[in-house]
Each structure stands twice: as structure tokens, then as C-alpha cells.
């Protein structure tokens, strides 16, 4: 990867680091603070998603020690 942030288009704006062999990769959707799924069937209840722990760790900004 070259590092670079694409929103929706081929030209990439500045980012981050660039990725090698071994990296492991991630990605990140923004959605609008007006956002809202689609519920499936007749029924207008907003109903809680249920709760999905994940481990996940941000290693973009760790420094690496010489």
C-alpha cells in the first residue's frame, strides 16, 4: 500500500506510512451522524444491535525502537 487516504476517486491524499510484506492491513467507514440502516419488515422499533467485543489494536503511530 502507498499510504495514501482515497475518498472515492484514484488520487490519494497523504496518510500514513507505507505498507510492506507481513503488515497487516485494516480499513474504516465514516458514516454521516445522521445515519440510519434500513430495518427489514413493517416494524418502525429501533432495536439494539447486539453488543460484538473485538480485539483490535492501532499500531499506525507506534514507534518502532532502534
Keep these: 500500500d502507498d499510504g495514501k487516504l482515497f ?3 484514484g488520487v490519494g491524499d ?6 510492506y510484506k ?3 492491513m485494516g480499513c ?6 445522521d ?7 413493517d416494524s418502525d422499533d429501533a432495536s ?3 453488543e460484538v467485543k473485538v480485539k483490535m489494536r ?3 503511530y507506534l514507534e518502532e525502537e532502534e
Design 7 to 9: 475518498h472515492g476517486s
Design 22 to 24: 507481513g503488515d497487516v
Design 28 to 33: 474504516g467507514i465514516m458514516f454521516p451522524r
Design 58 to 60: 492501532n499500531v499506525m
Design 48 to 50: 439494539e444491535p447486539p
Design 35 to 41: 445515519y440510519g440502516r434500513d430495518s427489514e419488515g
Design 14 to 19: 497523504p496518510f500514513g506510512p507505507r505498507c
